[in-house]
């Protein structure tokens, strides 16, 4: 069966310099090579999914301008439907600005633009896609009225939402409440909950509280330690996939795009977790937000072999 997913959010062009460190306030870095690259979490994620097989419809705002244009032409190259991607005249395409250090950590600046005017009116216009996927996608570079009526939407037609709350930012409620399942990583899981966590027994805890807070269930994003999963019977840690990572750009998206596609073709909540750590683990391996992001071989490879091909 394939997955039907709808992804409502960003889509950025992503400026990207490599530099030896990220630099410190007042410093200035001699960096390397500067890279234009389609991004935007919504976007990466919707070819995330389309990359590992899913039939993909992406809801958002671009400006009349260049990039916004090199942005459609990607996601029709990916396969994503993009027709529910409104142009607007009287807004800049979003632009995001990146520097990854060499140990692959990375430090982003973004100008929303046209995101920051996706309405949801825009979501009410794509009613029909929503309600016909499985899961609907959602993340934080859009008003959160707009994610919030995307939310309604989805629950009022019983599809699965997920939403990965990035950049992190503090939730009302009554948007949590709507959620199915939150995928914040360790810092948003923080700023989330207001509690520090960094031993096993916090991380713990904290997925506790974001549940408590309103949320189904919460899987956090931990890196190279993998996943934690909190829902009603329990928490359960899913190991991280072995790799050695290059950019990180992105691994967060494509979790969320293994994670839905699992889900959408049927898979075992515990099979998507797997799913989504070695999307986001391969998502690593190569530089840039979209580029980076792996095929249905490459992640099934690294499922069946719990390594990549170049290992």
Do not use: C
């Not at 430090?107 to 633009?113: E, F, N, Q, T």
């Not at 959602?138 to 008003?143: A, D, M």
């Not at 506790?208 to 949320?215: D, N, S």
Request: hydrophobic share 45%; proline share 5%; net charge negative.
């Amino acid at each position: 069966m394939r997955a039907q997913i709808a992804v409502v959010g960003s889509l950025n062009t992503d400026l990207v310099v490599r530099a030896p460190h990220i630099p410190r306030p007042g410093e200035t870095v001699i960096g390397g090579d500067f890279l234009t690259m389609p991004g935007g979490k919504g976007a990466n994620q919707a070819v995330a999914a389309a990359r590992l097989g899913a039939s993909v419809a992406m809801v958002g705002r671009v400006g009349t301008d260049g990039f916004g244009q090199q942005l459609l032409a990607n996601l029709a190259a990916a396969g994503v439907d993009h027709r529910l991607v409104v142009e607007d005249a009287d807004a800049a395409t979003g632009v995001a600005l990146i520097v990854v250090e060499d140990s692959g950590q990375n430090s982003i600046v973004v100008a929303s633009g046209a995101n920051m005017r996706l309405s949801p009116n825009d979501v009410a216009a794509a009613e029909s896609a929503i309600a016909s996927a499985q899961v609907v996608l959602l993340q934080l570079e859009s008003p959160l009225e707009t994610v919030r009526r995307a939310a309604e939407i989805a629950r009022a037609h019983n599809v699965t939402v997920i939403l990965n709350p990035a950049p992190a930012q503090p939730l009302p409620a009554d948007l949590l409440t709507l959620i199915d399942i939150l995928t914040p990583n360790e810092s948003e899981t923080a700023l989330l909950t207001g509690d520090q966590i960094q031993t096993p027994s916090e991380i713990e805890a904290a997925a506790y509280k974001l549940r408590r807070m309103g949320a189904r269930m919460a899987i956090l994003t931990l890196g190279e330690r993998g996943a934690l999963l909190a829902e009603a019977d329990g928490t359960e840690i899913f190991s991280a996939f072995d790799v050695t990572p290059v950019d990180t750009t992105a691994a967060g998206d494509a979790f969320m795009g293994g994670l839905a596609v699992a889900l959408g073709e049927g898979q075992p909540l515990p099979e998507a977790i797997r799913w989504g750590n070695a999307a986001g683990a391969l998502a690593t391996t190569r530089m840039g937000a979209q580029p980076s992001l792996p095929s249905r071989e490459e992640l099934e490879h690294l499922l069946r072999h719990g390594k990549t091909r170049e290992s």
